[in-house]
Structures are given as structure tokens and as C-alpha cells.
């Protein structure tokens, strides 16, 4: 077993082939989580997993060790998921939703309410464009600060702050209109 990340990654720079192989054993999780929550598929976010795996390694030399490497790797993700979202051209995506709608509690009558509460989360978010969606993914999903968030999209806080802001204002309004009891469904889902 490897120890920190910098001494893994200078075992991969001097050639060391099965160093590569702990780094992506340790951030296959956040990889392809992030690759599904942009593209929404499985196959999809596979695919894009084992690309930003290859541009990992073909870029090793770039990272700069003094921000964290999953901030490094979620980058890559985000930037290669969003150019793949790019080229589809307007073809909306689904995204799943991390919201566990599973307790024992509820009846089945709440249980399909919050199903459906959850089916109009995702495609709100879906109809998003892709700077507010990505964002809303990377703070909601990942729970990434606002400074990675900067270090990922390249944006200032600023930036960052407003589009977040504008990203949950279209939602708000988004899930208004598709909810018909108005503020119901954004109140459950804050």
C-alpha cells in the first residue's frame, strides 16, 4: 500500500506503472460518480471515467501539488463531462438525485409523492444550462466549497457565487412552475 498521494504520483512520474493503479483504485469512486452525475448514464460515465483516467496520466506532470488531488481529478472529470455535454448539442441528460426516498416510515402514498417530488428535482436540474449544472453538481453532489469549486471550473468566487445563486433562482422558479402548489415542492427539496 502507498502512502500519501504526492509520493504516489512521484512513483507514477518515475515510471512506476502499479502507482497509477492505486491512484485510480483510489479515485475511481469520485471519478465516475462525478461522470454520472453530469451525463447521466452508466455506460457513459464508464466511458468518461477511463478517458479522464488516460488524461490523468497523460497530464500527471501538470498537477500542481498544492491543491488536493481530488480537487485536480474532479476537474478533469467536470471539464471532459462538460465538453461531452457540449457536443450533444441541446439533447437533455438526466441526472440522478442522491436523495435516499427509502425509510420505513412511510406509507406508499408519501413514498410515490417523494418519488415524484424527486423525478421533478431531476429533470429541473436537467433543463439547467450546463455552467448552472455543473455547479449545482459540484456543490450539491460532490459538496465541494466554493474555493474548490474556483479551482475547478477556473472561476473566480465571484463568479462562482453568482452562478450558483442564478443556478438555484432557475430552479426555484423551475420547480414552481411544475409543482401546482407553488412553493411545496421547493420548500421540501431545499
Known sequence: MYGADMEIINKCLEGDDSAFEELVSRYKGI?????????????????ASQEVFIKMYRYLRRYDPQYKFSTWA???TTN????LLRKRKGETVPIETQ???????FTPEEEYVRH????????????????YKELIVLFHNRGLSYSEIMEVTGESL?????RLYRARQMLKDLL?????EGEGLWNAVK
Open 99 to 105: 436523495y435516499d426516498l427509502k425509510d420505513e416510515g
Open 176 to 180: 414552481k412552475d411544475m409543482d401546482k
Open 74 to 76: 474532479i476537474k478533469i
Open 158 to 162: 465571484t463568479i462562482v457565487k453568482n
Open 31 to 47: 471519478v465516475f460518480n462525478t461522470s454520472y452525475r453530469m451525463l447521466g448514464s452508466y455506460e457513459e460515465a464508464e466511458d
Open 116 to 131: 415524484e417530488k424527486q423525478q421533478m428535482v431531476k429533470k429541473a436540474v436537467d433543463s439547467l444550462p450546463p455552467k
Open 80 to 83: 471532459y463531462c462538460l465538453d
